[in-house]
T-cell receptor
Framework: NAGVTQTPKFQVLKTGQSMTLQCAQD?????MSWYRQDPGMGLRLIHY???????DQGEVPNGYNVSRSTTEDFPLRLLSAAPSQTSVYFC??????????????FGAGTRLSVL | SQQGEEDPQALSIQEGENATMNCSYK?????LQWYRQNSGRGLVHLIL?????REKHSGRLRVTLDTSKKSSSLLITASRAADTASYFC?????????????FGKGTKLTVNP
């Protein structure tokens, strides 16, 4: 049971480049979320999904796209990278019900620098 | 935003001492959770307290919740150097769900050996 797996761990982009941050979970969780963590700002929600085929915006969605074609995968796409998107990105998943509902399981993070 | 706010932002104590961190939030909630983040790692869930609970224990952790004051505290007793980490509170809005947790900015705890 790998939990939540994020790839890559590190990435350097040039302004204007696009890329996809991968996130996969093997716990059959319905809920998946993407956060960014910046110094002094805590974690901020980018996009989230309550199940395959359903996504919605969080607090800071601009410049990012998501899709959820399967329960396991929830990729985050940067369409045209900007220096302001330099951050650490975390993917998380959780059950939607039952005794373990609400508890989020986090990946190890992707550290992204945009030059 | 109903973002939680932790207090203090940083805390430095000696091994064996107790550490207390506080969290305040703005709107009614279903649950409040505490997470730990070791340097360079993802967050790890520590404890969840529901809005109808006032206190909860897990090992050396004690969490209290005062919904009238919209605040919670996390107490770590008999701290160890391994407790050095950042601690975050997270809330889910009463009208929302667990997929929309809102995190505070965290308290950075340093436990000196």
């Amino acid at each position: 049971n790998a939990g939540v797996t994020q790839t890559p761990k590190f990435q350097v982009l040039k302004t204007g480049q696009s890329m996809t941050l991968q996130c996969a979970q093997d716990m059959n969780h319905e809920y998946m979320s993407w956060y960014r963590q910046d110094p002094g700002m805590g974690l901020r929600l980018i996009h989230y999904s309550v199940g395959a085929g359903i996504t919605d915006q969080g607090e800071v969605p601009n410049g990012y796209n998501v899709s959820r074609s399967t329960t396991e995968d929830f990729p985050l796409r940067l369409l045209s990278a900007a220096p302001s998107q330099t951050s650490v990105y975390f993917c998380a998943s959780s059950y939607s019900g039952g005794s373990l509902a609400n508890i989020q399981y986090f990946g190890a993070g992707t550290r992204l620098s945009v030059l | 935003s109903q973002q939680g706010e932790e207090d203090p932002q940083a805390l430095s104590i000696q091994e064996g001492e107790n550490a207390t961190m506080n969290c305040s939030y703005k709107t009614s909630i279903n649950n409040l959770q505490w997470y730990r983040q070791n340097s360079g790692r993802g967050l790890v869930h520590l404890i969840l307290i529901r809005s109808n609970e006032r206190e909860k224990h897990s090992g050396r952790l004690r969490v209290t919740l005062d919904t009238s004051k919209k605040s919670s505290s996390l107490l770590i007793t008999a701290s160890r150097a391994a407790d050095t980490a950042s601690y975050f509170c997270a809330t889910d809005a009463e009208e929302g769900g667990s997929e929309k947790l809102v995190f505070g900015k965290g308290t950075k705890l340093t436990v000196n050996p």
